[in-house]
């Protein structure tokens, strides 16, 4: 399985932008799939992720509300969208594919592969 994800980039307070991750050797219907963050000088962090089984969406506490992420089986993409960002976003967003999978898969050890990164900035 390869992730790339794409769409990071510079944007000011409030604004929006959504993350895209194309996925390659497995189709996502059948994979949970995440998105991980991680800022200057922190940790890898959970933000959002759907697992197969059809439990549905879940959400760090910190993005609720703002973030949605969504899988397009045609494409076989899984996108964030994220609206009302603020600075503390700003970080390297990762998606990530759980081949379990999980259910409510939200830790770090819970995904096997994982995309490159992509940096989103959100200036004050």
């Known amino acids: 399985v390869q992730l790339q994800a794409s769409g990071g980039g510079l944007v000011q307070a409030g604004g929006s932008l959504r993350l895209s991750c194309t996925v390659s050797?497995?189709?996502?219907?059948?994979?949970?799939m995440g998105w991980f963050r991680q800022g200057p000088g922190k940790g890898r962090e959970f933000v959002a992720a759907?697992?197969?089984?059809?439990?549905?969406?879940h959400y760090a506490d910190a993005v609720k509300g703002r973030f949605t992420i969504s899988k397009d089986g045609a494409k076989n993409m899984v996108y964030l969208q994220m609206n009302s960002l603020k600075p503390e976003d700003s970080a390297v967003y990762y998606c990530?594919?759980?081949?379990?999978?999980?259910?409510?898969?939200?830790?770090?050890?819970?995904?096997?592969?994982w995309g490159q990164g992509t940096l989103v900035t959100v200036s004050s």
């Open positions: 050797g497995r189709t996502v219907s059948r994979l949970g």
């Open positions: 990530a594919a759980d081949l379990l999978p999980h259910n409510w898969p939200s830790e770090i050890h819970e995904f096997d592969y």
């Open positions: 759907d697992d197969y089984s059809g439990g549905g969406a």
